[in-house]
């Protein structure tokens, strides 16, 4: 069995770098041995940086995606000849955009609590996002953007802890998106926890407090069918 990736960015969502062994090289992307990387999944984008040598070569990251068996594939740009598998090299993620996906995922989070109903789709991005909801109420945007606000500005604390698959089958009200389902299969899930304020299942990263987030506004709502409503959340 091939070796896996370690996610070094489960445990620590502010780390920007690492120090990595090269698993696989090839067409498909640089498999590390473990990554700051975070990989396309959740509606959150792959992150995107370089890896760099001590003999000062470099090789740009344009995207990051799961691979099979638990590898993460560093996707480089295009005609980039990859390092040597063996080779060791520093993983060095964009920040800027990565902590701009970490506020957003997480206003995200404060909107789903704010409107309580199913989520049928979703999409992160570094300036503005949407979450979708089923629900045929008519959804006031200034009300929802002044309740999101005055949770950014309470500075709730954000935690994730983990359950175990069973433990999830038996509260599956946690479970608030309706298109997609989290992973099963490894024994345990992580929870994305907002003390008195959000509950549920999320791999994403995030940022640690609610007020780091800075101020958001709901910049529109549309009609995407019958019962959905699609809201766009934007910074500023």
């Known amino acids: 069995m ?11 969502a502010y780390l920007r770098t690492c120090q990595a062994r090269v698993l696989e090289a090839g067409p498909a992307g ?14 959150q984008p792959g992150d995107t940086g370089c890896l760099r040598t001590a003999d000062g070569r470099e090789w740009r990251v344009v995207d ?11 996707r480089l740009e295009e005609g980039a000849g990859p390092p040597e598998v063996g080779q060791r090299v520093e993983a060095a993620i964009d920040w800027e955009r990565r902590h701009a996906h970490m506020r957003m995922h997480t206003a995200l989070h404060l909107l789903g609590s704010v409107l309580r109903f199913g989520v049928t789709g979703g999409q992160i991005g570094a300036e503005k996002s949407r979450l ?14 002044g309740e999101v606000n005055a949770l950014v500005d ?3 604390e954000v935690l994730s802890r983990w359950i175990t698959d ?8 946690l479970v608030r998106t309706m298109s997609v389902q989290p992973p099963r299969g490894a024994g345990r899930i992580r929870l994305l926890d907002i003390p008195g304020v959000d509950l549920q299942p999320c791999g994403g990263t995030h ?19 019958r019962r959905n409503k699609r809201v766009y959340l934007a910074f500023g």
């Open 2 to 12: 091939s070796e896996m990736t370690e996610p070094v960015f489960r445990q620590d």
């Open 30 to 43: 640089v498999v590390l041995d473990r990554t700051v990387f975070y990989p396309l999944g959740g509606g």
């Open 64 to 74: 990051t995606r799961r691979g099979e068996e638990g590898r993460i594939l560093h």
């Open 132 to 145: 979708d909801f089923d629900t045929q109420e008519e959804i006031d945007r200034e009300r929802v953007t």
């Open 154 to 156: 309470a500075g709730h």
């Open 166 to 173: 069973d433990e999830l089958d038996r509260q599956p009200e």
């Open 207 to 225: 940022v640690s407090n609610t007020r780091e987030i800075g101020r958001v506004t709901v910049t529109r709502v549309e009609n995407k069918g």
